[in-house]
Structure formats: structure tokens, C-alpha cells
């Protein structure tokens, strides 16, 4: 009973065979999915996505990368949705210092403003951090009384131990499948199980047994067999842990 921590199903990769995708998620074991939002004007068709089968949960945010399509009345429309739709998480929303000219302190104005609201509505924060995890660390310690998940993590154990230390865990996902990341590998190996989440980030980052491919939701379970052969865990331990993890985190309902 698997939970994908991090999917974007609504994704238009998907709009061919949605329904299919869904089907074999659920046959390999993933019973329950979270799908972050990216920018105010999908925000209608993830709600209308999660309505397609049981386990499909919603978050809405306003993603750094797409700050081009960002707008001030966006954070009040966000906030009107959070009240209305009562998703389970806001996001995808953080930093981006990776990408060239995605302004600096636009982002810091999304990343607060977002952060703020999911500690007016008790809500968890999934977090993109990228190129700026201290930079992410630092706002979520000026907002305070947050929790959340810090995505498709790219840092350092100290890093790692700071977001536990502020409520916050760590989505793993393809980027562990390669031989050559062995920072995160280590990570992976060592971290207490407490602090982990399984995501694919569909239909980005593939794993290394479909490098170059659109991924989706089913491809979880080669994650989480990297991982437990990491740990020299039994997968079904590694399945519980980081499924109690994430129904903890985010409210989830029992899988059916």
C-alpha cells in the first residue's frame, strides 16, 4: 500500500491514458497519490483529476518556475481555493536558483506568501528547493509553526536534519535510482526512516529503468526497492514506514 508523496498526474503527458495510468499505479501497489499544483490556471483541472479514482488527493500552489505566469491576486485566489477545496497540502511551491532569471525576490514573495498560508490553515507545505535549500530553510524558519515535505531532496545529511528539526520531511525519488548520485544514495541508506517519503515526481525524473522516458506513479515501486536494497531493508518495512509517514503528514485516508 503505497503512497506516491509527489505526482502530477493532472500533467497534459498524461491526458492520452490517464485513466490507464491510474490502473496500473494501483495494480503495482500505489494506492494513494498527491498532486501538487504548479500554477493558479491548473488548479481547476488537478481538482477535476483527482475526481477520476479513489486515492487522488489535491494540493494547490503556485510553483517558482512558472513565476512568469504568477500574479498578486494569485495569493488571495489561493487562499479563497485552500478555504473552498480543503486540499491536503499547499504546493508545490519554494525556490528555484538553478533556473536563470527567475527573479530572486519574486520567488521569496510566492514562497512566503504560500508559507504563510499553510500556517493560517494547518496545512503541510511541499516544498521545491533547488540550488536553494539553505535559502528554503531560512524562510521556513522566519514563518515558523509550518510542517511539510521538502521534495526530490538535493542536499546535505545537515541539511537534511535541519528540516527534520523544523517539521519537515524529505521526498526521495528517481534521482536515487542512478549509480553515480551517491550523496543522496548515502542519504538514503542512513536517514531515519521517520524522515522519508517515497514520490516520483511523474511524469519528470525517470528512474534509472526508464532513463529518458515519461515516468508515472507505478514506476514507485523500483524506487522504493532501490531504496530498501540501500538500507538492506525488507521493501514491505520500507512500504509501511514511509506510507504511515506520509498519511501522518498529509491526513490521507485509509487506501482502498
Request: with cysteine.
Amino acid at each position: 500500500m503505497l503512497v506516491d508523496s509527489h505526482s502530477h498526474l493532472d500533467a497534459d503527458a498524461f491526458d492520452v491514458d490517464r485513466d490507464a495510468v491510474i490502473a496500473r499505479a494501483r495494480a503495482a501497489g500505489v494506492r494513494r497519490q498527491v498532486l501538487p499544483a504548479v500554477d493558479a490556471a491548473g488548479w481547476p483541472k488537478l481538482r477535476d483529476v483527482c475526481t477520476r479514482g479513489p486515492g487522488l488527493f489535491p494540493a494547490y500552489g503556485l510553483h517558482p518556475m512558472y513565476l512568469a505566469s504568477h500574479r498578486e491576486g494569485h495569493l488571495s485566489d489561493l487562499r479563497d481555493w485552500i478555504d473552498r477545496e480543503q486540499p491536503v497540502a499547499v504546493g508545490e511551491c519554494g525556490l528555484d536558483y538553478f533556473v536563470e532569471g527567475l527573479d530572486h525576490e519574486a520567488q521569496s514573495h510566492f514562497f512566503e506568501g504560500q508559507l504563510r498560508l499553510a500556517r493560517e490553515f494547518d496545512l503541510p507545505v511541499i516544498v521545491h528547493a533547488r540550488r536553494a535549500v539553505d535559502a528554503v530553510i531560512a524562510a521556513i524558519r522566519r514563518v515558523g509553526g509550518l510542517r511539510g515535505v521538502v521534495h526530490s531532496f538535493p542536499g546535505s545529511m545537515e541539511q537534511a536534519r535541519q528540516l527534520s528539526q523544523a517539521g519537515f520531511l524529505l521526498g526521495l525519488g528517481g534521482p536515487v535510482t542512478y549509480d553515480r548520485a551517491s550523496r543522496l544514495r548515502t542519504l538514503a541508506a542512513t536517514m531515519p526512516i521517520d524522515w522519508l517519503l517515497l514520490e516520483t515526481d511523474s511524469p519528470d525524473q525517470p528512474d534509472s529503468g526508464i532513463r529518458g522516458q515519461r515516468n508515472e506513479p507505478a514506476r514507485l515501486l523500483h524506487i522504493l526497492e532501490t531504496i530498501a536494497a540501500l538500507r538492506n531493508a525488507d521493501p514491505g518495512d520500507i512500504a509501511n514506514a514511509t506510507s504511515a509517514n506520509a498519511q501522518r503528514l498529509f491526513g490521507l485516508p485509509a487506501a482502498n
